[in-house]
């Protein structure tokens, strides 16, 4: 694992839980797998911190601990705190399916690692009393955030956290068993008095799993509309629903998928045009050179089989080229589509075939392969004996290694990003604390009932100038924020492509 990747690690460790807990968890990113007394050696940390701080990190699945013969030994999982960059994508994502309720539930568990179910329904309450008065049944409101409960179980975006006193349950088998709530004891909870809700000591947590198919899902069904149109997206949404009923959930390819039941499925969906085209849109999706999905076999109507493999194996080549093409230019990603195509190819054939001018095409050609985006082999063809060894520099492009590149340059991005948006909080933290205790102190005054001249002169101890300044700053945050999210978007695809080769 490469620096840069250690140090997005650390410094999203420090954002979300302190610089202590930070310390241990870049200790045990730099040595592998350690158990506490080398931890503390390393780090100079008191026992007492340095047990908490793992606690911290066991509990929001971010520390897995196996024994041996001999002693308990603690291992860091990179990539799972990487993922805590995509929260806000993932309660967006379940606001979308199952309702904001169940976002709400989300964001609790999401910020306490793991819950009862109990707790979260009474954080989740306690949170919509604060901001909307919609639910003034508080019975009503109890059953409302119990069935939201359920979707979310029921849907697998939440399962049951399995402890275990020897090793962490990362390997157990996901249980998804609802225990029964007293809905009477909750709503005595809500009022404040004294009640056993019947879940004690039984703790849920996130299935980041499931997240991850379904964005990896969103991403190919994104693919085929922006190739073709929103009809051949839905189309590929419902191949995805049906590969799951036949396939396990990672399988490189989908068991063959019969054409009738994707008619019966089609016909579902109330949608006149796909019903009409079915065909037409199943062979043109067939017949693309992505090749998302295949025919494979006549028997029924003929029987289609979903290849994700090669689907995120399509998506990482035109990633690629798309960033070629931003950092090198048109004429770049030319030649890097043509050695593409031609897989081994010289460089008079690069400057004849791409039609750049031949000075042009050497250096470009030259630059991909220093910045290893292209590659040479050398290969020798033996002549007489006594006549010279003629040798050959062919291109070829190694596409694992521009993925994984693609993916260190997404790591040191988000980086910079990251100690960017540091940056312009820190140098302008008094402005901005500032206009954060005029909010507050025009809130509580609001309430009170104050007129509007005084509201008016409190608005006035900001100057003109500051407004600007903050509103610049402000401008700088987000968009910081939005390249975040687009980087992320990248970086997702591109370990897809790795998980799936």
Not at 291 to 314: C, L, M, P, T, W
Request: charged letters at 25%.
């Amino acid at each position: 694992m490469s620096v840069i990747y250690g140090k997005l690690c650390s410094t999203i460790l420090a954002e979300y839980f302190g610089p202590i807990v930070e310390r241990v968890g870049h200790d045990l990113f730099e040595h592998g797998s350690k158990p506490l007394h080398f931890i503390r050696h390393s780090t100079g940390l008191p026992l007492a911190k340095i047990k908490e701080s793992l606690c911290v990190l066991i509990k929001y699945g971010l520390v897995n601990y196996s024994q041996n013969e001999l002693r308990i030994e603690y291992t860091l999982l990179p990539e799972r705190i990487i993922t805590m960059l995509r929260y806000p994508r993932y309660m967006f994502f379940v606001k979308n399916v199952c309702g904001n309720e169940s976002e709400i539930i989300l964001e609790e568990i999401l910020k306490n690692g793991c819950l009862t179910a109990s707790s979260a329904i009474l954080n989740a309450h306690k949170k919509i009393q604060q901001s909307s008065s919609t639910y003034s049944d508080l019975k009503l409101l109890v059953v409302t955030l119990k069935n939201n409960f359920d979707l979310l179980v029921k849907n697998q975006f939440l399962m049951r956290d399995l402890c275990c006193d020897v090793k962490s349950d990362i390997d157990e088998k996901p249980s998804f068993n609802m225990p029964e709530l007293n809905l009477k004891a909750l709503e005595n909870l809500m009022e404040g008095k004294e009640a056993d809700p019947g879940d004690n000591k039984i703790y849920w947590k996130v299935n980041f799993d499931r997240f991850t198919q379904d964005f990896r899902d969103q991403v190919i069904v994104s693919a085929i509309r922006t190739r073709f149109d929103e009809d051949a997206g839905e189309l590929m949404r419902q191949l995805l629903f049906l590969m799951y009923l036949r396939t396990a959930s990672w399988a490189d390819t989908s068991n063959p998928i019969p054409y009738t039941e994707i008619k019966d499925v089609v016909r579902k969906l109330n949608n006149p045009r796909l019903i009409q085209y079915l065909d037409q849109y199943l062979n043109l999706i067939d017949d693309d050179t992505s090749h998302f999905i295949r025919r494979v076999g006549d028997s029924g109507g003929g029987q289609y089989s979903v290849n994700v493999k090669e689907a995120f194996h399509q998506l990482a080549w035109t990633t690629s080229e798309n960033i070629v093409m931003e950092r090198f230019g048109s004429k770049a990603a030319r030649i890097f589509r043509l050695v593409r195509s031609k897989k081994f190819v010289e460089q008079e054939q690069i400057q004849q075939l791409a039609m750049i001018p031949a000075k042009e095409a050497k250096h470009l050609t030259y630059t991909l392969l220093q910045e290893n985006y292209l590659q040479i082999q050398e290969l020798k063809k033996a002549g007489v004996s006594a006549a010279p060894t003629k040798t050959f520099f062919l291109f070829h492009i190694d596409l694992d290694q521009v993925v994984r590149m693609g993916i260190e340059h997404c790591y040191h991005a988000l980086y910079n990003i990251m100690q960017r948006r540091d940056h312009e909080v820190t140098i302008n933290k008094r402005m901005i604390d500032k206009q954060l205790r005029m909010q507050t102190l025009t809130s509580n005054l609001k309430e009170h009932g104050a007129t509007e001249e005084q509201l008016a002169e409190i608005a006035e101890m900001i100057t003109p100038s500051e407004k600007q300044h903050l509103e610049k700053v402000q401008n700088i945050i987000k968009k910081l924020s939005a390249a975040e999210f687009q980087i992320d978007e990248t970086l997702f695809l591109l370990t897809m492509y790795v998980r799936y080769h």
